[in-house]
């Protein structure tokens, strides 16, 4: 029922919207907030919806990089790369996480889905350098070793809720 | 009386009369300013930079964006304005893949045009060329995305002349590229196959899908007996390859050529035209008598039809069930020709030479082939015949002419006329106002559905009946013009469509040709040869009487039927595959497929999942129940339509769906022995 309940909010948005072209980019904004990406189908039935070619609604979620159509796992880590956290080793860290979750090489995702590992540009925390946000908590001055940990406990966690949910059944 | 306003143009006075910009004042000037991405049918994207001009008291501004003023003086040779044009010139170059002897578009390249004019000799910038993958999976068309220098005329002319919007800019900086939604390949999105990006893209970037080798291949072939249809509007072009004017017919050149390459027999696509005249006459007949799916709209045009069963498949009944003349001589050839020559059908192999990409995609469509052989195997371009002549080695305009083989070779004026937008409905005319009546007619002419706009109406009393048609070319106006038949605010008879601007004449096989100019000569030199033929009506045509009573004997009767009709289908714009929005939880389930494409999202496919799904909670259904939205099951006319395990169901309610839930769980509910509980 997630996927419904998500797909009737997207068809909520596109009319609160008056199905109005024009107003594409908001549109890709609140749909990408439900999602947290763009999935292709979704971007179909948009284009549809609004009576414009599906080339053109690519062509707008391409374009910013605000926009992902790739889907992101439950935990979006978020590494500082902007000047400050740069010089504090912040790329030791990108390192450390990337090799533990066993990504790189363009692979951004974990393969459960669980986390996604992206570098940004400033998340204006410089006099906590290095930062990591994960989803919408801030993590300052992390060493490599808590960084692992905040991880570790991520992991236990779910695989906890993962056990519960299924007792339930 | 208005004076006159002048503006100054490197030392020369030059009158202003109502140019949009500078760069069509310019040009008046006789002055070929270098572009790249202006289009004069197109909207101004100004983003290649060539135009550049120095305005005293501005400095440098892009002529094809500016507005001319008076007070204007204006230099386009300095020495600032050169050293800026060679170094865009190289940049486009930088980005550019190096391998242009071996390009399609090679001598018509603007690219390699512009290097040489500009003098340029070697490239300062470092190669920053891609290594991206060629896209040949449209039977029309070849992208090569590495060729690519995004002046975006492809995009636009797609999008704003053709209402398609098949491809478009994607990704940004660097990796900024044209291409179709999701990075799909082209056969698998909405592409008409028009191939008018191809016609205006000015390098090798999108090109005409070739077929030359395999016509080479089958004219090497002894077993094979090889027979060619020419398209009328190959006639008044193919000398452009030579260095003729457009326009001057050269169909006699075109037989001898076509014999000298190894073609056993050479036929005339205008004589199954004059065949299409007397067929869809005869079926607008009967529609108008029987009130029946009027406008009756032409079939000629792959794209035309293509696009109908995309976007519009409520007005596919509206299609003449005619196959184009391509497609009627493809049928009639491997019908007639297999049994007189005592051949077998897969031993004749026919090739059209066609002003069109689009009817290289026609020719392979289902509907026209018979037990796995096609009717037409090959569709040339009259470039790649260009490109087989010159391959040869032949002398083009020094040919001693020939005449075209009997029967398929002999036309009337009215099956020469089809090249040019407004020609079928004209013929039609000449057919239609002597059948009605009774009468044979002096003059043939009907020059109110002639002309350039791309659309035209027309209205004609015959026989005290009044008869209204509207003659259209280019997509975009054949959409508006269907807006506005579906909203009731225009009514028509007869509607003819044609996807080029200007019908095939200008089609994007054609020989490359920079201005409309070159359209409006080829358009004259169609008429022109109306004129200089023996007859001009399709009903005159002996031959065709003749076909008739030998073989398909009456007009629309059943062997003419067969050979002759065809039907259409609706159709997806864009392959996908759907999305689940309830998986079920157990192991047997039943698919629950709601269609979300604009037809049925249309007609309310969002409230029928709202109350399927509102069903299936009620009725506790959740586990074994699959609910799924799709786009498109190719039955718009008749949405909603959704799915329940096998069974389509079009104008769906949710009584109806409600009822095939029932039908299809009922099965599991009892062999599971489930019970609520
Ligand atoms: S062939 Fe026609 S429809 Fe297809 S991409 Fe080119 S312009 Fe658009
Ligand atoms: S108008 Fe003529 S040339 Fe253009 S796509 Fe249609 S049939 Fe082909
Ligand atoms: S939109 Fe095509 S079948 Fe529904």
């Given amino acids: 029922m997630e996927t419904m309940r998500k797909f009737e909010r997207v068809c909520e948005i596109v009319d609160r919207n008056g199905r109005n072209p024009s107003r594409l980019i908001p549109i890709l904004q609140a749909v990408q907030a439900e999602y947290r990406y763009l999935p292709e189908e979704i971007l179909t039935f948009v284009a549809t919806s609004l009576g414009i070619p599906p080339a053109r609604v690519f062509g707008v979620a391409t374009f910013y990089s605000l926009f992902t159509l790739k889907p992101k796992g439950k935990y979006l880590i978020r590494i500082c790369n902007g000047t400050a956290c740069h010089v504090k080793g912040s790329m030791g860290l990108y390192k450390t996480l990337s090799d533990k979750l066993n990504l790189g090489d363009g692979r951004e995702t974990s393969d459960d889905m669980l986390f996604t590992l992206e570098t940004v540009n400033c998340l204006g925390a410089c006099g906590l350098a290095p930062a990591m946000v994960i989803n919408e908590e801030v993590f300052g001055q992390v060493t490599s070793q808590r960084a692992a940990a905040i991880i570790d406990e991520i992991i236990t966690r779910e695989a906890q809720y993962e056990s519960d949910s299924s007792r339930i059944e | 009386m208005k004076e006159s306003l002048y503006i100054t143009i490197d030392n020369n006075e030059i009158p202003i009369d109502n140019e949009k910009n500078l760069l069509e004042i310019i040009r008046k000037a006789k002055i070929d300013l270098p572009t790249f991405c202006y289009h004069s049918e197109l ?243 009967k529609r108008i008598e029987n009130n029946n799916n009027i406008p009756q709209f032409t079939s000629c045009c792959p794209a035309w039809v293509k696009f109908v069963e995309q976007y519009y498949p409520e007005y596919i009944r509206h299609l003449s069930t005619c196959r184009s003349p391509q497609q009627m001589f493809g049928a009639l050839a491997k019908e007639i020709l297999a049994s007189d020559l005592g051949m077998e059908r897969e031993d004749i192999v026919v090739v059209s030479i066609m002003p069109c990409t689009a009817k290289k995609f026609e020719a392979k469509r289902p509907e026209f082939t018979r037990d796995g052989i096609s009717d037409v195997d090959h569709v040339l371009t009259t470039q790649e015949l260009g490109r087989m002549i010159e391959e040869a080695g032949l002398h083009f305009r020094e040919l001693e002419p020939e005449s075209f083989h009997l029967p398929f070779g002999f036309k009337t004026g009215a099956g020469v006329i089809f090249g040019n937008s407004g020609g079928v409905s004209e013929a039609v005319l000449r057919y239609l106002t002597e059948k009605l009546t009774g009468q044979k007619r002096e003059n043939y002419e009907f020059t109110s559905v002639r002309g350039e706009e791309g659309i035209r109406e027309a209205s004609l009393t015959v026989n005290g009946r009044e008869f209204s048609l509207a003659v259209v070319s280019g997509l975009g106006n054949a959409r508006k013009l269907i807006e506005k038949v579906k909203s009731g605010e225009a009514h028509y008879d007869f509607v003819e469509v044609m996807a080029c601007p200007g019908g095939c004449v200008g089609g994007a096989g054609q020989p490359v040709f920079a201005n409309m100019e070159a359209m409006r000569k080829r358009t004259k030199g169609i008429y022109e040869n109306d004129r200089m033929l023996q007859l001009h009506k399709s009903q005159d045509n002996p031959y065709i009487t003749e076909l008739y009573s030998k073989v398909l004997g009456e007009v629309g009767g059943d062997k003419a039927h067969k050979l002759l009709h065809t039907s259409y289908h609706t159709r997806k714009r864009i392959t996908d595959e759907g999305m689940m929005l309830s998986p079920s939880s157990g192991e047997h389930s039943v698919e629950v497929n709601v269609c979300f494409g604009t037809g049925c999202f249309l007609k309310g496919s969002q409230r029928l999942l709202h109350n399927i799904l509102e069903y299936i909670k009620v009725r506790d259904l959740g586990s074994i129940v699959d609910v799924s939205a799709s786009f498109c099951f190719e039955k718009c006319d008749k949405g909603p339509v959704i799915r329940v395990g096998e069974n389509i169901i079009d104008g769906c309610t949710v009584e109806m769906a409600q009822e095939a839930i029932e039908r299809e769980t009922g099965g599991f509910l009892q062999s599971e022995g489930r019970d609520h509980g």
């Avoid at chain 2, 071996?102 to 340029?120: D, F, Y």
């Fill in chain 2, 43 to 285: 909207s101004v994207y100004g983003a290649c930079r060539l135009c550049m001009v120095e305005v005293d008291g501005i400095g440098l501004v892009s002529a094809c964006s500016t507005t001319p003023a008076s007070w204007m003086k204006v230099k386009t040779n300095t020495e600032e304005i050169r050293d800026m044009r060679k170094i865009i010139v190289e940049l486009l170059l930088a980005n550019h893949s190096q391998t242009c002897p071996t390009c399609p578009k090679s001598a018509t390249c603007q690219l390699q045009a512009l290097a040489r004019r500009l003098g340029i000799t070697k490239v300062r910038f470092k190669s920053q060329a891609r290594d991206l993958p060629i896209d040949d999976s449209s039977p029309s068309l070849v992208r090569d995305a590495n060729k690519c220098t995004l002046c975006g005329d492809c995009v636009r002319i797609c999008s704003e002349i053709q209402s398609v919007g098949a491809i478009d800019f994607a990704y940004r900086g660097a990796q900024t590229m044209v291409i179709p939604s999701f990075g799909k390949d082209l056969n698998e999105v909405e592409c008409v196959n028009c191939g008018q990006c191809a016609r205006v893209c000015p390098t090798g970037a999108l090109t005409p899908k070739p077929e030359v080798d395999q016509v080479w291949k089958a004219l090497h072939n002894p077993r094979k007996v090889v027979v060619a249809q020419i398209a009328p509007a190959v006639r008044v072009a193919l000398g452009e390859v030579f260095g003729l004017e457009p326009g001057v017919t050269m169909s006699g050149q075109i037989v001898a050529a076509l014999r000298a390459l190894g073609f056993d027999k050479v036929f005339d696509t205008s004589f199954t035209a004059d065949l299409t005249v007397l067929e869809e006459s005869n079926e607008f007949v």
